[in-house]
């Protein structure tokens, strides 16, 4: 388990590199020999039992930040605490031994509130909607993943919000959004963001009207990480980067592991290269 300051990241330094190697599609015995490595240094690199210069060599040739990884690994990582949002709540769920995220977002005023994503137990949030006497009106998802809807027709049913999905990623019992689709409940705003990679039609929600810019992520990105390229690794970076180029106080609230910033994430993220990604697109063209 990969931690600091108490926070659990999603992945360990080895998964990155392994998501680094699966989106690029290079076997190991290319890997070892463009890295002048022999076939069982390589596998000690991917198990985490190296030396800091060979896991350099590889993570640069992966187009890896390697500076934070190494960071990650010797425990440098400098990572704070963040804030608590007022009228944001974060749920963690279990599902099948993963952690997933959800949340919920609300107009104090009126007491209205939008949820984001379901996780795999909507138990919490539907404990707080009762607690905090708010009603929900929107349930907004940012992809199809069965982690992510697992409670969808519950919380349908016992709150009577609708549900939007992503156009492309139509699951039964949702209206379909659009990217620069925006939503308005009275004090908050939320405007959907193209984000494919993860899945084929993945959005990102971006709130405004809370204390401060939050971009609900869902598998885009991770603290330190990102969620497996199963479309395309090119699109995942390319999706990264553009979460990236908000504002550097924008909370990013990612469907696993903590919650993060944009200012953090470009400090710490392994997979933001923006040099890198420049090199791909050309390689692509
Ligand atoms: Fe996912």
């Not at 995220?101 to 609300?106: E, G, H, K, R």
């Not at 910033?261 to 791909?280: D, G």
Request: charged share 25%.
């Amino acid at each position: 388990m990969f931690s600091f300051n108490n926070l659990i990241f999603e992945d360990e330094p080895v998964d990155i590199l392994r998501k680094a190697i699966n989106g690029l599609g290079i076997e190991t015995e290319e890997l070892a020999s463009k890295c002048g490595l022999k076939r069982n240094e390589l596998e000690k690199v991917l198990q985490g039992k190296t030396d800091l210069k060979n896991l350099e060599t590889v993570a640069k040739f992966l187009g890896l930040r390697t500076e934070q990884l190494k960071k990650m690994i010797t425990g440098q990582l400098e990572v704070p605490n963040l804030p608590h949002l007022k009228n944001f709540w974060i749920f963690t769920s279990d599902f099948g031994g993963m952690k997933v995220n959800s949340y919920l977002a609300v107009d104090q005023e009126r007491r209205k509130g939008i949820a984001f994503d379901t996780g795999a137990d909507a138990t919490s949030l539907l404990e707080t909607l009762i607690d905090e006497n708010i009603h929900l009106e929107y349930l907004l998802l940012t992809h199809g993943h069965g982690d992510h809807i697992y409670e969808m027709d519950r919380i349908i049913e016992k709150t009577g919000c609708i549900a939007y999905a992503p156009r492309g990623e139509m699951i039964k019992g949702t209206r379909p959004i659009e990217p620069n689709q925006k939503l308005t409940l009275s004090g908050l705003e939320v405007r959907v963001h193209s984000v494919p990679g993860h899945s084929a039609a993945h959005v990102a929600y971006e709130i405004s009207g809370l204390e401060a810019p939050v971009l609900i992520v869902g598998d885009a990105l991770f603290a330190a990480s990102m969620g497996k390229a199963n479309i395309s690794y090119l699109l995942s970076l390319e999706s990264l980067h553009y979460l990236l180029s908000f504002s550097d106080n924008t909370f990013l609230a990612p469907g696993h592991g903590p919650m993060t910033t944009v200012a953090l994430e470009k400090k710490i993220n392994p997979f933001y290269n923006p040099s890198w990604l420049e090199y791909l697109r050309n390689k692509q063209r």
